[in-house]
């Protein structure tokens, strides 16, 4: 799974969650793994759709076997459904009833049993005491109703109602008619009965009654197409190796189906019908990435076939459903959109949802106490993948932005344990700590242990655990038998505590041929940090192994000369803040000679805080513009300061350069935005010349520069550019309308709110209110707050009500202010806006309160 934007968007808005609150008493049970009476052998599933009343009307042939004790109950998880028919099917004796003929079904007896339904669960009166080993079946016949249940998301996923109608009318002209569902955490048992726990497996077939005009996919091979005298068609898929009942999907749509393949293997894509010509540029890694992880692992991809597929409004980022991947419509991109992907979000979500394939689907956590064991391994893919194909630097710089994402989130929110038994709701625990810290934590360990046991251990792990759930154990006692190593320690200190160390950082080269290295350990705790420690004296790197187990601790080595610079943590690989007690000339040093993109970030950061008023850190700065890295480069170029005539003189041959012929696309944008803060009508050629530039960020941004000579211009440029307004394009645009104030633009803005769907609504609606703050007509402004207000109810969460909260109340008080300055009509008007805006945020806490 992949949570994406409202957890970046919305970490410093919550300052406290109620997983933090120490008296909240649900932080007091302990949440075990679940219990295993029964266990899940195989379900068939045959399921028809109810557009009209968002309902699924489903049969579902269940097979168990008690898990070791004798049994003669069974409890099923089915959330809000009306159960018709709970029945045993005869004539089976032991032997599981795994992928039965239409013909079987049809002839098989069946005895009611009897069962209780409170709405969550069917609880059942079996026929007799089953033993362990000793097969049975039960039917049941149900409608699930999604859209009648009271659930609730979490931050990474913001809802959970299992299966979802999109436009089932047809009424919104611009949205396809489709069909999706989403399992994790427990939400397949709001669409076919089953025991909804990680630690259950079970083969599957489900066969989807649809319109022939439609396409279907789920899990598993697509086994026969069935045409119905009605007009409809019966699709079924098999799988015939078990997975969890979370992983369950299905989608139906209008979708193209883009064919590669793996090995002989189906790989598809599943896109809208006008976004199939980009199908490969967007996935088309795919196959490449299954051949990099399986050599990896030494394990090669062990489902049927896999398929990807991008649906309209998703409640997540995507999810690693057994071979058959669901992504939010934010992937769905054109070629000039995919240039403007400078974090590469779309092979971040690609790769981490694929690895999920071996860690997660193959092995599965046992309980959400233990989701590191899904979630971390796919975040840390993340970095495995951009080593292997974008380079180091382009790793490291996404492991940087993962670590700090953890950090932030940690000061707003708290920290947790890694692995942890106590906390408030399942969802609570899909933050930073189980993906990005675990992420960080498995490059610690992969680091200290090396490549050849670290992935040595995962083989060996994987292979022990194949479709069987794990812990985190499972892993320490696998690199553990690789290593020969005690890893106790690492897991105690990362994996079942919390918090990271803080380090203050001295050097004493006062006795001749000795350096000095004192760290100290700030706060109660002390932490166990294997690390490297690289010296440069005398034209030589020297590297030392060193292991900090003290509060303070002071590590010394011979040196012939004093030494221009020791890196301390030289891999980069802590997670750990720190202050570095050393003088701008080991940063310069530190720039050119240290190789890792963290190493030539600190000399950057530190050169730019010096490099209006130092030579040496200005050259530093003005080398790091032509870094070897594109994401330097542009930190660099970000961080000028040109208000300086000595940095102005150095930079503007540079940034002029750099804006016209950088390959890329953000670095481009970066000077061009620079040169924009000049407001010099020298520029004006350039900027025009960019407005032809395919990439979507370099002609928005040079429209906003473009705006700061000429406002009218660029506002007549800008309507001509509206036609074809995708990603950063529509920013640029959207401030050229700002700065323009004519209320005539709100239709853009409209749109533009009405066109995204997803979590990118959320970027619409900024713009939109941003641009409503300054507009004066009130029916305008209703209408348009009226609009945000459905989108805020379209999320039903809480990361997304505080931030419009946060939105609207500077917008109420702009509102407010510009009355008390105003007379007349106006001043009235203004004053029902602020009431307006008032009123949308205290529905929105009201909406909070009921939660």
Same mark, same amino acid.
């Given at each position: 799974?992949?949570?994406?934007?409202?957890?970046?968007?919305?970490?410093?808005?919550?300052?406290?969650?109620?997983?933090?609150?120490?008296?909240?008493?649900?932080?007091?049970?302990?949440?075990?793994?679940?219990?295993?009476?029964? %266990?899940?052998?195989?379900?068939?599933?045959?399921?028809?759709?109810?557009?009209?009343?968002?309902?699924?009307?489903?049969?579902a042939?269940?097979?168990?076997?008690?898990?070791?004790?004798?049994?003669?109950?069974?409890?099923?998880?089915?959330?809000?459904?009306?159960?018709?028919?709970?029945?045993?099917?005869?004539?089976t004796?032991?032997?599981?009833?795994?992928?039965?003929?239409?013909?079987?079904? &049809?002839?098989?007896?069946?005895?009611?049993?009897?069962?209780?339904?409170?709405?969550?669960?069917?609880?059942?009166?079996?026929?007799?005491?089953?033993?362990?080993?000793?097969?049975?079946?039960?039917?049941?016949?149900?409608t699930?109703?999604?859209?009648?249940? @009271?659930?609730?998301?979490?931050?990474?996923?913001?809802?959970?109602?299992?299966?979802?109608?999109?436009?089932?009318?047809?009424?919104?002209?611009?949205?396809?008619?489709?069909?999706?569902?989403?399992?994790?955490?427990?939400?397949?048992?709001?669409?076919?009965?089953?025991?909804?726990?990680?630690?259950?497996?079970?083969?599957?077939?489900?066969?989807?009654?649809?319109?022939?005009?439609?396409?279907?996919?789920?899990?598993?091979?697509?086994?026969?197409?069935?045409?119905?005298?009605?007009?409809?068609?019966?699709?079924?898929?098999?799988?015939?190796?078990?997975?969890?009942?979370?992983?369950?999907?299905?989608?139906?749509?209008?979708?193209?189906?883009?064919?590669?393949?793996?090995?002989?293997?189906?790989?598809?894509?599943?896109?809208?019908?006008?976004?199939?010509?980009?199908?490969?540029?967007?996935?088309?890694?795919?196959?490449?990435?299954?051949?990099?992880?399986?050599?990896?692992l030494?394990?090669?991809?062990?489902?049927?076939k896999?398929?990807?597929?991008?649906?309209?409004?998703?409640?997540?980022?995507a999810?690693?459903?057994?071979?058959?991947?669901?992504?939010?419509?934010?992937?769905?991109?054109?070629?000039?959109?995919?240039?403007?992907?400078?974090?590469?979000?779309?092979?971040s979500?690609?790769?981490?949802?694929?690895?999920?394939?071996?860690?997660?689907?193959?092995?599965?956590?046992?309980?959400?106490?233990?989701?590191?064991?899904?979630?971390?391994?796919?975040?840390?893919? /993340?970095?495995?993948?951009? /080593?292997?194909?974008?380079?180091?630097?382009?790793?490291?710089?996404?492991?940087?932005?993962?670590?700090n994402?953890?950090?932030?989130?940690?000061?707003?929110?708290?920290?947790?344990?890694?692995? &942890?038994?106590?906390?408030?709701? @399942?969802?609570?625990?899909?933050?930073?700590?189980? $993906?990005?810290?675990?992420?960080?934590?498995?490059?610690?360990?992969?680091?200290?242990?090396?490549?050849?046991?670290?992935?040595?251990?995962?083989?060996?792990?994987?292979?022990?655990?194949?479709?069987?759930?794990?812990?985190?154990?499972?892993l320490?006692?696998?690199?553990?038998?690789?290593?020969?190593?005690?890893?106790?320690?690492?897991?105690?200190?990362?994996?079942?505590?919390?918090?990271?160390?803080?380090?203050?950082?001295n050097?004493?080269?006062?006795?001749?041929?000795?350096a000095?290295?004192?760290?100290?350990?700030?706060?109660?705790?002390?932490f166990?940090?294997?690390?490297?420690?690289?010296?440069?004296?005398?034209?030589?790197?020297?590297?030392?192994?060193?292991?900090?187990?003290? @509060?303070?601790?002071?590590f010394?080595?011979?040196?012939?000369?004093?030494?221009?610079?020791?890196?301390?943590?030289?891999?980069?690989?802590?997670?750990?803040?720190k202050?570095?007690?050393?003088?701008?000339?080991?940063?310069?040093?530190?720039?050119?000679?240290a190789?890792? $993109?963290?190493?030539?970030?600190?000399?950057?950061?530190?050169?730019?805080?010096?490099?209006?008023?130092?030579?040496?850190?200005?050259?530093?700065?003005?080398?790091?513009?032509?870094?070897?890295?594109?994401?330097?480069?542009?930190?660099?170029?970000?961080?000028?300061?040109?208000?300086?005539?000595?940095?102005?003189?150095?930079?503007?041959?540079?940034?002029?350069?750099l804006?016209?012929?950088?390959?890329?696309?953000?670095? &481009?944008?970066?000077?061009?935005?620079?040169?924009?803060?000049?407001?010099?009508?020298?520029?004006?050629?350039?900027? /025009?010349?960019?407005?032809?530039?395919?990439?979507?960020?370099?002609?928005?941004?040079?429209?906003?520069?473009?705006?700061e000579?000429?406002?009218?211009?660029?506002?007549?440029?800008?309507?001509?550019?509206?036609?074809? =307004?995708?990603?950063?394009?529509?920013?640029?645009i959207?401030?050229?309308? =700002?700065?323009?104030?004519?209320?005539?633009?709100?239709?853009?803005?409209?749109?533009?709110?009405?066109?995204?769907?997803?979590?990118?609504?959320?970027?619409?609606?900024?713009?939109?209110?941003?641009?409503?703050?300054?507009?004066?007509?009130?029916?305008?402004?209703?209408?348009g707050i009226?609009?945000v207000?459905?989108?805020?109810?379209?999320? %039903?969460?809480?990361?997304?009500?505080?931030?419009?909260? %946060?939105?609207?109340?500077?917008?109420?008080?702009?509102?407010?202010?510009?009355?008390?300055?105003?007379?007349?009509?106006?001043?009235?008007?203004?004053?029902?806006?602020?009431?307006?805006?008032?009123?949308?945020? @205290?529905?929105?806490?009201?909406?909070?309160?009921?939660?």
């Amino acid at each position: 799974m992949t949570g994406l934007a409202v957890i970046g968007l919305c970490t410093r808005v919550l300052a406290q969650t109620v997983d933090n609150q120490k008296d909240d008493p649900a932080l007091k049970i302990y949440r075990a793994s679940p219990t295993k009476i029964n %266990n899940l052998v195989h379900t068939k599933l045959d399921v028809r759709f109810d557009y009209a009343k968002r309902y699924l009307n489903g049969k579902a042939w269940i097979t168990l076997q008690p898990n070791f004790y004798p049994t003669d109950s069974l409890t099923l998880d089915a959330k809000g459904m009306d159960i018709k028919k709970v029945s045993l099917i005869q004539g089976t004796g032991s032997t599981t009833l795994r992928f039965p003929s239409e013909a079987m079904l &049809r002839t098989a007896k069946q005895a009611p049993l009897q069962y209780d339904y409170n709405g969550e669960e069917i609880r059942v009166k079996l026929n007799k005491t089953y033993k362990s080993g000793e097969s049975y079946t039960v039917f049941v016949e149900y409608t699930a109703k999604p859209d009648e249940l @009271k659930v609730k998301g979490s931050e990474a996923i913001t809802d959970a109602k299992g299966l979802y109608f999109i436009n089932p009318d047809g009424s919104d002209p611009k949205k396809p008619i489709q069909i999706w569902t989403q399992g994790e955490t427990e939400a397949s048992s709001a669409w076919f009965p089953t025991i909804d726990k990680t630690n259950q497996k079970t083969t599957s077939e489900i066969s989807m009654t649809v319109d022939k005009k439609y396409v279907t996919l789920s899990n598993g091979k697509l086994v026969s197409q069935k045409p119905n005298a009605d007009g409809t068609r019966t699709d079924t898929w098999r799988m015939e190796l078990p997975h969890a009942p979370y992983l369950f999907m299905m989608a139906v749509g209008d979708f193209a189906i883009v064919k590669d393949q793996w090995r002989g293997k189906e790989v598809n894509y599943y896109v809208e019908k006008e976004y199939a010509p980009h199908a490969k540029a967007i996935f088309g890694n795919t196959p490449e990435m299954m051949t990099f992880f399986s050599k990896l692992l030494g394990y090669d991809y062990p489902w049927v076939k896999y398929s990807q597929i991008v649906v309209r409004d998703y409640v997540s980022g995507a999810m690693e459903n057994t071979t058959a991947t669901i992504h939010g419509d934010f992937l769905q991109k054109t070629d000039r959109e995919l240039l403007d992907d400078d974090d590469r979000l779309g092979e971040s979500v690609i790769a981490h949802e694929l690895f999920h394939h071996w860690f997660g689907d193959l092995a599965t956590c046992e309980s959400w106490s233990n989701l590191t064991m899904n979630e971390s391994f796919a975040d840390y893919s /993340e970095y495995l993948w951009f /080593e292997h194909k974008f380079g180091k630097d382009a790793a490291d710089e996404h492991g940087y932005t993962a670590m700090n994402n953890y950090m932030e989130s940690a000061e707003y929110q708290g920290d947790r344990h890694l692995v &942890r038994f106590h906390y408030h709701d @399942k969802e609570n625990m899909f933050d930073a700590v189980s $993906y990005q810290k675990g992420g960080r934590i498995l490059h610690m360990l992969r680091n200290y242990l090396g490549d050849e046991a670290f992935f040595k251990g995962l083989n060996l792990y994987l292979k022990q655990n194949a479709f069987k759930a794990t812990e985190s154990h499972h892993l320490r006692l696998a690199l553990e038998e690789v290593t020969g190593q005690d890893l106790n320690w690492f897991f105690n200190q990362w994996y079942f505590n919390q918090g990271y160390p803080t380090l203050e950082i001295n050097y004493d080269y006062s006795q001749a041929g000795l350096a000095k290295v004192i760290i100290t350990q700030k706060g109660d705790r002390v932490f166990d940090l294997p690390f490297a420690i690289d010296v440069y004296a005398g034209g030589k790197k020297e590297r030392h192994q060193v292991r900090l187990t003290e @509060k303070a601790d002071t590590f010394s080595f011979a040196v012939s000369a004093k030494p221009d610079f020791i890196n301390v943590d030289a891999d980069k690989v802590l997670i750990l803040k720190k202050t570095d007690r050393r003088d701008l000339n080991s940063y310069v040093f530190q720039y050119k000679n240290a190789p890792n $993109y963290l190493d030539r970030r600190e000399a950057i950061e530190a050169a730019m805080k010096q490099h209006t008023t130092n030579a040496a850190a200005r050259a530093t700065v003005m080398a790091a513009t032509k870094d070897k890295y594109e994401g330097l480069r542009a930190l660099a170029i970000s961080g000028l300061k040109l208000d300086n005539n000595d940095v102005k003189t150095a930079a503007l041959p540079i940034l002029t350069d750099l804006a016209k012929n950088d390959p890329v696309a953000w670095v &481009r944008a970066a000077a061009i935005k620079q040169l924009g803060k000049l407001k010099d009508a020298q520029y004006t050629s350039l900027f /025009e010349a960019a407005l032809k530039d395919r990439s979507y960020l370099v002609e928005g941004t040079a429209l906003s520069a473009l705006a700061e000579l000429d406002t009218k211009k660029a506002y007549q440029l800008a309507k001509t550019m509206e036609k074809d =307004a995708r990603g950063m394009l529509s920013s640029g645009i959207a401030n050229v309308y =700002a700065k323009n104030g004519n209320e005539s633009d709100v239709p853009f803005f409209a749109a533009r709110l009405e066109e995204t769907s997803g979590q990118e609504k959320i970027g619409a609606a900024i713009l939109y209110l941003n641009f409503l703050s300054s507009v004066d007509n009130t029916a305008l402004v209703t209408k348009g707050i009226d609009e945000v207000m459905d989108v805020v109810t379209g999320f %039903n969460n809480p990361w997304v009500n505080n931030y419009m909260v %946060n939105l609207l109340t500077p917008m109420a008080k702009k509102k407010q202010e510009k009355a008390a300055q105003s007379s007349g009509e106006l001043r009235n008007e203004l004053n029902k806006q602020a009431d307006y805006t008032l009123q949308a945020i @205290k529905k929105i806490k009201e909406s909070k309160a009921e939660e």
